[in-house]
């Protein structure tokens, strides 16, 4: 685990790679750089953990059933936990038994308050990647890619340079033909994914990136 690391840390680490000086806190409204840095962490961090059913933020949890009847075939509506960075669930069950397999007859729905689950099953629990993840139990490899991260978004408000953007961009997620899969996010992937033959990296959508 990368015990110490906070979002400063890894704001600073980022700053670093791009030349710049670091700052001392995010809430820091004199300083330039903490202004994009508390701008931006947030919604990167959120983003890097969408990539891939990472093994240290996976969470199972029995969703409730909500009062709404969904709007289609399905029966019942389960909506998902706000703490979710996606609107996806790695994995759906109809029941908490040890090695029932996932299922398949369900569809994610799009509501006022949030994506759903809707189906015909009377209980159902996820696998969902959770966005309450603090800095202190990210593993080194996860803090790398979020420093790599941090660095492709603060390059161009930080230093106005759209190649270093592009740059530190490639070193995080790797070049336009490897559709946001290759480069250090392949690395920490696999390094994640030891163990996970059922989260294979080839069969998780990445979320929408810049």
């Not at 840095?37 to 093994?55: A, D, F, H, M």
């Not at 409730?64 to 996806?88: H, I, K, L």
């Not at 890619?145 to 492709?152: D, G, P």
Request: aromatic content about 10%; some cysteine; hydrophobic content about 35%.
């Amino acid at each position: 685990m990368a015990s110490g690391d906070t979002n400063v840390t890894i704001c600073n680490q980022a700053l670093l790679l791009l030349g710049s000086d670091s700052i001392s806190s995010l809430s820091d409204t004199t300083d330039d750089a903490a202004v994009v840095c508390n701008t931006i962490y947030e919604t990167v961090k959120r983003q890097t953990l969408s990539l891939y059913p990472w093994s240290f933020a996976l969470v199972k949890q029995q969703l409730s059933r909500s009062s709404t009847t969904p709007v289609n075939e399905w029966d019942y509506q389960y909506d998902f936990p706000s703490t979710a960075v996606t609107g996806t669930a790695v994995q759906v069950y109809n029941s908490s038994s040890t090695g029932i397999l996932p299922i398949q007859n369900y569809e994610i729905i799009y509501t006022s308050s949030g994506p759903a689950i809707a189906t015909n099953e009377e209980k159902i629990y996820i696998d969902y990647v959770s966005s309450v993840i603090t800095e202190g139990v990210m593993p080194s490899y996860f803090v790398q890619l979020l420093v790599y991260m941090m660095a492709w978004h603060l390059a161009e408000p930080v230093t106005d340079q759209i190649d270093k953007s592009d740059y530190w961009r490639q070193i995080a997620l790797g070049t336009a033909v490897e559709n946001g899969r290759g480069g250090y996010f392949r690395q920490a992937a696999n390094v994640d994914g030891r163990g996970k033959p059922s989260y294979a990296i080839v069969d998780f959508p990445l979320t929408d990136v810049r």
